[in-house]
């Protein structure tokens, strides 16, 4: 098995201003 | 959503010059592997806990909180192809601008793809929480 999980986090660097 | 806790060995941390890539976070947990071995301390066991919120971090023996890493700070994680009970994330340091990766050993190949996958139902979440506050 090659194959590497991996992700990407969507709010990286999203700012937590409401 | 209350957060998933599981008891991994602190491998250690490393510099990276991206937030996010297979062939960094590979590079990088290969330098963190190979450094460990080669200071051959008994490793730190942790508890990790994750939820949308982030990830927590404490020390096993102690219960002393080791980090509380916000999940706006968190670019990346893997479960490592060549050390594949290795768990890794890639964050950004709370003082200054640089980027870390930090890496976990797991006792199971199994668990570190749980704990991957399980830092990824946080990333989505908290997604769409941030899209629902929008």
């Known amino acids: ?18 | 959503l209350e957060g998933m806790t599981f008891q991994l060995k602190y491998l250690g941390v490393t510099m990276v010059e991206q937030p996010k890539g297979e062939e960094l976070s590979a590079a990088a947990v290969k330098r963190i592997v190979a450094t460990a071995k080669a200071s051959g301390k008994k490793l730190q066991k942790v508890s990790l806990t994750v939820s949308p919120r982030g990830i927590i971090l404490y020390d096993s023996a102690s219960n002393q909180l080791i980090e509380n890493i916000s999940i706006y700070r968190i670019s990346y994680c893997t479960a490592d192809k060549m050390h594949d009970k290795v768990f890794a994330y890639i964050v950004q340091s709370q003082h200054n601008e640089t980027l870390e990766c930090h890496a976990f050993l797991c006792s199971k190949r199994k668990m570190a793809q749980a704990v991957t996958l399980t830092v990824a139902q946080a990333f989505k979440v908290a997604f769409e929480f941030w899209q629902a506050a929008k």
């Open chain 1, 1 to 18: 098995n090659t194959n590497t999980i991996h992700f990407d986090n969507p709010v990286y660097q999203k700012t937590t201003e409401d």
